[in-house]
């Protein structure tokens, strides 16, 4: 794997974690609800971050569910969420349990992974006959006609420095081909933009984000001070 550019111990992290959540969890929950996510069900997921998905998870399946959640640094998880069982694993290295989930889901994870082929068939490969596979993951089309055009600029620059990084943010567009790889049936896809302004939650997280790599990306040559200070102007001003 790649070095994990967000590490959890970078300053603001917690609180960038917590803004994505806010952010996506409804949209994760509403697509896990299609799939009838049920008491009793055995969940997985893949890189859970601060673990509010799978605290919602362990919820829904109930006392007589399961609700695993793995990530490669559990440091964030909230370890209040006593009903899911946390574990430290690497996807990349195989199936978690093999065949014994009826519902296995990631976020923003294989845009990070070196090979996210072999990380989608170990997820496959820990479903149960029957069962389902989430994939949540950003496609950064849009940003090629975000206005203004500094903002533009800005998109253009950060996407460079990503692919130095091992990051792929173009992967969304890839999300169908891998699953049906791996030989699931059934394989849709849908897509989600967000138009926003300054000021707006999006912008928050975006300002986060940002602040908290600020120095790699000067020091890569890619991204400049001065791009990075007007693209952070922007998103402050609602206007």
Known sequence: MPEYVLD?????ERQRL????RLLDPMHRR???????????RTLEVGCGNGSMSAWLAARVGPGGRAVAVDLDLSLADASASEVEFRQADVLRGPIEPADFDLVTCRAVLHHVADPQAAVA??????RPGGAVLV????FLPVTIAEPAQVRAFWDDWLAWSREHGIDYLIGRRLPQLLCGSGLADVGASAETALYNGGSLWAAYWRQTVSELRTGLEG?????????????GYCADPA
């Open 8 to 12: 959890h111990h970078n300053e603001g």
């Open 18 to 21: 917590a803004l994505m959540s």
């Open 31 to 41: 697509h896990l609800e299609q799939l009838g996510v049920h008491a009793g069900a």
């Open 122 to 127: 170990n997820m496959v490969a820990s479903v």
């Open 136 to 139: 949540i993951e950003p496609d």
């Open 220 to 232: 890569s040559g890619r991204v400049s001070g001065a791009a990075i200070e007007e693209f952070l």
